[in-house]
């Protein structure tokens, strides 16, 4: 069974930092995109970020370039979304997602057919 665990989030001020972890297990990572999404109240799910099933690609919303970065750890089965200098419009549910991909991924969400349960992350003062 493929399942995905999200962790990491919290409350933090603007201009903060926090890193949110992807738990995967049931699947290798080689073989499957990752995508990381966020939902704000009264919004659509959008995705900020995404990293190919062979690693070697990457892709970034232009609203958390330069300040959000994807990483993968293979040996935990984890992926990361490091994210620093927070805006109070980062606020949201932030999840991840898997899709079997390996050469590229995307930042849509109807690619993705297996989903984490969230992890709230609020920057407010």
């Known amino acids: 069974q493929l399942l995905l665990v999200e962790s990491g989030g919290g409350l933090v001020q603007p201009g903060g930092s926090l890193r949110l972890s992807c738990a995967a297990s049931?699947?290798?990572?080689?073989?499957?995109?990752i995508g990381w999404f966020r939902q704000a109240p009264g919004k659509e799910r959008e995705g900020v970020s995404c990293?190919?099933?062979?690693?070697?690609?990457?892709n970034y919303a232009d609203s958390v370039k330069g300040r959000l970065t994807i990483s993968r750890d293979d040996a935990k089965n984890t992926i990361y979304l490091q994210m620093n200098s927070l805006k109070p419009e980062d606020t949201a549910v932030y999840y991840c997602?898997?899709?079997?991909?390996?050469?590229?991924?995307?930042?849509?969400?109807?690619?993705?057919?297996?989903w984490g349960q969230g992890t709230q992350v609020t920057v407010s003062s």
């Open positions: 997602a898997a899709t079997f991909r390996t050469s590229s991924c995307h930042r849509v969400v109807f690619d993705y057919g297996y």
């Open positions: 049931g699947f290798t990572l080689n073989d499957y995109a």
């Open positions: 990293i190919s099933g062979s690693g070697g690609y990457t």
